[in-house]
């Protein structure tokens, strides 16, 4: 009985043993891969020529100042794209102006599907042409910025995109960021609401809160221009063991627009909160 218990003990140890050396082995690895970022992208979208065009735009601020969206701007400063980014004091707080004086949509054909078709060879050895039913099928694209040249195809306007990202020196607070992390400004009315993406059931849900904001927005352009905005900003937090980990909160705000505009135009906001895996 005695020998047996030993050996009990002994199997106990090392099992005791290979747990504590796997969990500093994780450990190790979790503080060596760790690292914290913000990112904060603008995207706009339009089908049409913009002139002496100026925004102001939700901007991540924390204790009254922004080092995401200064990041963003000096990011832009190196930039020779005609665009002029800078902070600004509005009587809505500080936010991210974007200015140009002429801005052009880059225009693109959308990628199209190659048919099979039968090849003739002539007598000196160069491509025939298809057969008549063999034609070209165009993918079919958003509504958002198609337009249609003077062949009857379909285009599209490519987007314009801002992207910044800022690493963090500490750990961000991804579950509770309200009060404790930036976040964009102006946000007004605060409604709770629902994560409605599917997640684990041994896991709680994401925090998701709806808000009202605003954008100011001034350009000339024609009757039928259609542009849209996108404000995303995150807050991040990643690390490896054996695969990638991670947890965030995110915000987006959106803003569509017709014809020419001059004002401030009030918009909605999404902040979700505590996504992702926690140790």
Known sequence: MGKLMKISVAVLFFIFLGAAL???HTDQL???NFKSIYEYDITLDTNSE???VTFYLPLPVYENKSASGNELVSRY???EDGWNLSLVDTENGKMLALRADRFVPEIRSPPVAISDTSEEINGTGSVGNPEPDDE???EEMPETGNQVNSSGNI???MPLEFR???ASDSEINTKFPLGNEPLLNPAYNLTLSTYDLPYSENKEPPTVYNYDS???SDYEASPEAQVSLIVHFSGRNEWWIYGWNWNQYYEYIYADFSGPQQGWMPIKGKITMGDGNYR
């Open 77 to 79: 400063l190196q930039e």
């Open 50 to 52: 913009l002139k002496n």
């Open 155 to 157: 285009q599209f306007a």
């Open 214 to 216: 605003l954008i100011y």
């Open 22 to 24: 796997l969990h500093y």
């Open 136 to 138: 070209i099928q165009e």
């Open 164 to 166: 910044g990202e800022l």
């Open 30 to 32: 979790y503080h060596q």
